[in-house]
């Protein structure tokens, strides 16, 4: 849905083809106050999502506060890659682990179309934990929240997980400035993956071998061009095996899939 057509189907609480079967139908002086509040905040450029407090993802509704990143189009690639992968008899995941889980969108959408597999999401920050498991409890399914710092949690176990994911902080801390006045709404813990950006890559490509599986797959959002940088940070850890990479819907190289394997040199 564009923002549009968010903003009338919350207020008029109808479904999106309503809003244009029924589009004569006027506000009422309630509704019509709620849309200039709206569009007062919209135009200095706070998200819409944010406003509503909520956005859909994979067909879901999620609730959103701004202690998370608002659920971005591209990570429902990551997430139909994931499921994929999961059902592949090659991997017939039985557990995944969601790093940096935020509103929890990545963990519900796998909790929802992998029944039978378990699912662990974690995130650093406690109040993002708490909007994703009410958005667990609001679609239904059950997750494993930890509160850790990446693998930190000694809950996480070893040599366990058949698929870890995650969609980590990428961007460059120079540029998030930069970028368009919505970003700044946005908790920057979300965004900021330090100097280079690459910071989490590092982090979590350089552990999560350990707690795969045998043959487990680590599957990551990247940002811009950072492709070739995540594939060398992979190459240097020599646990893994880079089995595939996904472009996105503006043919920007957008996920990394990796197999973990041996350990060889360079
Ligand atoms: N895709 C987000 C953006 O470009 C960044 C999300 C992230 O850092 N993981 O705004």
Excluded: W
């Excluded at 709620?34 to 998200?47: A, C, M, N, Q, T």
């Excluded at 494993?144 to 366990?160: E, G, M, P, T, V």
């Amino acid at each position: 849905m564009n923002e549009a057509e968010l903003l009338f189907t919350d207020i008029l609480n109808c479904s999106r083809p309503s809003l244009y079967l029924d589009k004569d139908t006027p506000l009422d002086k309630a509704q019509s106050y709620f849309v200039s509040g709206v569009l007062k905040r919209r135009i200095k450029g706070e998200p819409i999502q944010y406003i509503l407090g909520k956005a859909e993802f994979m067909g879901l509704e999620f609730k959103l506060a701004p202690d998370v990143l608002i659920p971005r189009p591209e990570t429902e690639i990551l997430v139909e890659k994931t499921i994929e992968m999961a059902r592949s008899p090659e991997v017939a995941a039985r557990s995944i682990l969601d790093i940096g889980t935020g509103s929890g969108c990545i963990a519900v959408s796998l909790a929802k179309n992998l029944p039978g597999v378990e699912i662990t999401a974690v995130d650093i920050c406690e109040k993002a934990i708490k909007i994703a498991r009410r958005n667990a409890l609001l679609n239904n399914v059950k997750i494993n929240f930890l509160k850790s710092d990446l693998f930190d949690n000694r809950q996480l176990k070893a040599d366990n997980y058949g698929i870890i994911v995650s969609n980590p902080p990428y961007i460059p801390a120079a540029e998030i400035d930069a970028l368009q006045p919505e970003i700044k709404y946005e908790p920057r813990l979300a965004l900021d993956g330090g100097k280079d950006g690459l910071d989490f890559y590092r982090r979590i490509i350089n552990s999560a071998h350990l707690y795969l599986k045998e043959n487990g797959l680590l599957i990551m959002e990247i940002g811009f061009n950072q492709k070739e940088a995540v594939k060398n940070i992979f190459k240097v850890c020599g646990y893994f095996e880079i089995i595939d990479e996904v472009k996105d819907y503006n043919n920007i190289d957008r996920i990394v899939i990796a197999k973990k394997r041996e350990r060889t040199n360079g």
